[in-house]
């Protein structure tokens, strides 16, 4: 467990923009063995409660994909799973944190994030990666000339902190996170605030102090993948 790395280290973040061609924007997203694609597109119209706000919506689906896992995902065939909405909901909250809607007209941006292989953090990968396949479709609205301003308001980042026999750590591996004493995600704006704080005690009721300890932690994590992102940002 954690081989060659620190307890406050990411593990190793791979980027592939524009995975898909036909995507509107998409990137394969590696954090250690967590690998998620995560693509966007958009469709012309918006929810029906929207049709008289003249602004757009954005939403999320979440995925594993059979493979992912040790034993087999089965596909949603007409049926999504309790986890896979709660994941999509998050995912979606987290994103509409960072774009304004009433500047990208009465379209809907769908981000999808299929999980190809799984070892702890797909929805924190979820999130951080669909960031980037959001900002990949909003490049390409603004150079067609689909939107006039940018909406984007922040980056919007995400990770995974835990206590694991005692010890603080950020960024869980499966192997980590199912051993945890506390396990939380956590996703951040670019000016560092907070958009989702999702925590469990799964033995031991955890103390501020170390609630505190592990928000540091996980804002330390978020620093650096804002990083990476703005480097893939800069160079597509």
């Given at each position: 467990?954690?081989?060659?790395?620190?307890?406050d280290e990411l593990r190793t973040v791979k980027i592939t923009?524009?995975?898909?061609?036909?995507?509107?924007?998409?990137?394969?997203?590696?954090?250690?063995?967590?690998?998620?694609?995560?693509?966007?597109?958009?469709?012309?119209?918006?929810?029906?409660?929207?049709?008289?706000?003249?602004?757009?919506?954005?939403?999320?689906?979440?995925?594993?994909?059979?493979?992912?896992?040790?034993?087999?995902?089965?596909?949603?065939?007409?049926?999504?799973?309790?986890?896979?909405?709660?994941?999509?909901?998050?995912?979606?909250?987290?994103?509409?944190?960072?774009?304004?809607?009433?500047?990208?007209?009465?379209?809907?941006?769908?981000?999808?994030?299929?999980?190809?292989?799984?070892?702890?953090?797909?929805?924190?990968?979820?999130?951080?990666?669909?960031?980037?396949?959001?900002?990949?479709?909003?490049?390409?609205?603004?150079?067609?000339?689909?939107?006039?301003?940018?909406?984007?308001?922040?980056?919007?980042?995400?990770?995974?902190?835990?206590?694991?026999?005692?010890?603080?750590?950020?960024?869980?591996?499966?192997?980590?996170?199912?051993?945890?004493?506390?396990?939380?995600?956590?996703?951040?704006?670019?000016?560092?605030?907070?958009?989702?704080?999702?925590?469990?005690?799964?033995?031991?009721?955890?103390?501020?102090?170390?609630?505190?300890?592990?928000?540091?932690?996980?804002?330390?994590?978020?620093?650096?993948?804002?990083?990476?992102?703005?480097?893939?940002?800069?160079?597509?």
């Open positions: 467990m954690r081989k060659r790395r620190d307890y923009p524009n995975f898909q061609k036909k995507a509107y924007g998409s990137v394969l997203y590696q954090q250690g063995d967590t690998m998620v694609l995560c693509s966007a597109q958009v469709i012309e119209n918006v929810p029906e409660w929207l049709k008289n706000d003249n602004r757009g919506w954005l939403t999320a689906e979440y995925s594993m994909l059979p493979g992912s896992t040790e034993t087999r995902i089965f596909r949603d065939r007409g049926h999504v799973n309790g986890r896979s909405k709660e994941i999509e909901r998050i995912i979606g909250r987290a994103l509409r944190a960072s774009v304004d809607l009433s500047k990208i007209g009465p379209r809907t941006i769908w981000i999808d994030c299929d999980v190809v292989q799984a070892d702890g953090g797909t929805r924190t990968a979820s999130i951080t990666g669909g960031f980037l396949a959001l900002y990949l479709a909003i490049q390409r609205l603004l150079k067609e000339g689909k939107i006039l301003e940018d909406p984007i308001k922040y980056q919007v980042a995400a990770v995974s902190v835990g206590i694991v026999k005692g010890i603080p750590m950020l960024d869980l591996a499966y192997e980590e996170d199912s051993q945890a004493d506390v396990d939380l995600n956590v996703a951040m704006t670019s000016d560092m605030k907070y958009v989702e704080i999702q925590g469990t005690s799964e033995n031991e009721p955890m103390s501020e102090e170390q609630l505190n300890e592990l928000l540091s932690l996980a804002k330390k994590g978020i620093e650096e993948l804002l990083k990476i992102q703005r480097e893939v940002m800069e160079n597509v």
